[in-house]
């Protein structure tokens, strides 16, 4: 079950990222407003950021050694 979880996040995460370079493409070829590129871009960035940390595992980077080990 977790694992089904984390690949949604990390599915959703990267369209999030995809969805901060598809509206700029677009506007640059004229397909859409600049006021439709900013929503757009400002919804896919806040879904980015609050999907990305859920997925992404961070304790195995603190898992090492730490300033306070002594060997």
Do not use: C
């Amino acid at each position: 079950m977790r694992r089904t979880v984390r690949r949604m996040l990390q599915t959703l995460s990267w369209m999030a990222l995809a969805g901060t370079l598809v509206p700029a493409i677009l506007y640059v070829t004229g397909a859409v407003t600049l006021a439709s590129v900013k929503t757009w871009m400002l919804a896919a960035t806040v879904v980015w950021f609050v999907t990305t940390p859920l997925w992404m595992d961070r304790h195995e980077a603190r898992s090492g050694p730490t300033a306070n080990d002594h060997n």
